[in-house]
Nanobody, 115 residues
Framework: VQLQASGGGLVQAGGSLRLSCATS????????MGWYRQAPGKQRELVAT???????NYAESVKGRFTISRDNAKNTMYLQMNSLKPEDTAVYYC??????????WGQGTLVTVSS
C-alpha cells in the first residue's frame, strides 16, 4: 500500500485549499484514514480522521473550517480547508490503517498560510 499526498501550496489567510491523498496497491482494506500536520519546531498532531462508515473526528482547532472525506471509487481521501489561518501552516501528512493494524504514512505536503 502506498499513499500519495498532494494539494499543498501558499495561500493567504482566509483562503482555501484542498489536499488529496491517493492510495495505491493491492489486496488491502483500509480501516481508518487521517490527516496529521507538523509545524516547524512542533510535534506532529492529529488534524482529522475518517473511518469506514464515514464517522469523522476533528481537532478542536480545525472544527468548522476543515472537512475530511473519502471517495472510495477513486481510492482517495480529501481535506477541504477553509478560512485558513497562519497557524495552519505546516507539513500535512496522510495516514492509513489497513488490514487490521498495519500503519502507513504518505509523504508530506506543505501548506503555507500568509497573514
Amino acid at each position: 500500500v502506498q499513499l500519495q499526498a498532494s494539494g499543498g501550496g501558499l495561500v493567504q489567510a482566509g483562503g482555501s485549499l484542498r489536499l488529496s491523498c491517493a492510495t495505491s496497491g493491492s489486496s488491502f482494506r483500509i480501516n481508518t484514514m487521517g490527516w496529521y500536520r507538523q509545524a516547524p519546531g512542533k510535534q506532529r498532531e492529529l488534524v482529522a480522521t475518517i473511518i469506514n462508515g464515514g464517522t469523522t473526528n476533528y481537532a478542536e482547532s480545525v472544527k468548522g473550517r476543515f472537512t475530511i472525506s473519502r471517495d472510495n471509487a477513486k481510492n482517495t481521501m480529501y481535506l477541504q480547508m477553509n478560512s485558513l489561518k497562519p497557524e495552519d501552516t505546516a507539513v500535512y501528512y496522510c495516514h492509513a490503517i489497513f488490514n487490521g493494524w498495519n500503519s502507513i504514512w504518505g509523504q508530506g505536503t506543505l501548506v503555507t498560510v500568509s497573514s
